[in-house]
């Protein structure tokens, strides 16, 4: 018997080809910069949550400890990262993005970005409210997706 395949809206499909195009993006910054994915990605989870241990960091990368002090060492020879030791425990130690990689990252997005807020901008208020709107559902479905994934596997 035939499985019948579902049709989906078209605001869905470009959906889909959106995260497409954002993944192939993400590794052409990534080969732009001359880092693995991993690595660039370490660094993008870092830039998005400021400053963090790197017990912190694994967590939110799902890596281990020591595969993600080697990314930090990585990053950190490369100039990327930056290790801050505590004022009060000089054991604790936190990693940061360095503002050359701020810039760096920021300067090759910019022009997406850009383009993106003048079309957005130059759309009708009540349009502006539709799409702002979808957007945040849409991203708070594809995390509830990540987490659902994330723990599907989990012992």
Known sequence: MAMTVPQYHPAT??????FGLANETEREI???MGLNLTDFRA???LSQSGPVTVGQLAEDL???????TAIVSRLESRGYLERHRGTEDRRRVQVSVTPAATSEIAAVMRPLMTAADNHITSLPDDHKTVIADFLEVAR???QDHLNALSTKDAP
């Open 30 to 32: 990534a080969r732009g």
């Open 43 to 45: 660094l993008s989870a």
């Open 140 to 142: 708070h479905l594809m």
């Open 62 to 68: 799902g890596a281990t400890p020591a595969t993600t």
């Open 13 to 18: 499909l470009a959906l889909q080809g959106l």
